[in-house]
């Protein structure tokens, strides 16, 4: 599937959230550029971790699911602003371990030519 836009659209990024939900990481592909980055909350960097390229960035999103089987981005909220964009959610998932997460969140998006170039989350630390 190759999805080809002029511009990025609120209905592009629910798209977008809605392959995440149904873990399908060759869906998301066809709406990142060829030398996509993807920053992740945490990490040994002022950026948290940093994927860039193709591959990485599968393999990266690939990750979570590996990490959260059951992975869910519930109530996305977007909006796009030029060549800017935001999705806010409330991520839920189970850990291996048995450990459940729900938190906030958000993507900061910066697109070229009608796809995502970069996806830099962040989302909330609970304590316990």
Known sequence: MTTVVDEVTVDMLQK????FNAHDVETLMTFMTEDCIFEISYGPDVCGQ????DDAVRQAFASVWEKY??????RPTHFVA???GVSEWTFTGTDKD???VEVNGCDIFAFRDGKIRVKDS???IRST
């Not at 089987?69 to 519930?74: L, M, V, Y």
């Open 16 to 19: 977008f959230a809605d392959a």
């Open 82 to 84: 030029g060549n800017r």
């Open 98 to 100: 048995g450990t459940s």
């Open 122 to 124: 962040y989302r909330k």
């Open 69 to 74: 089987p059951d992975a869910q981005w519930r």
């Open 50 to 53: 940093r994927f860039e390229g």
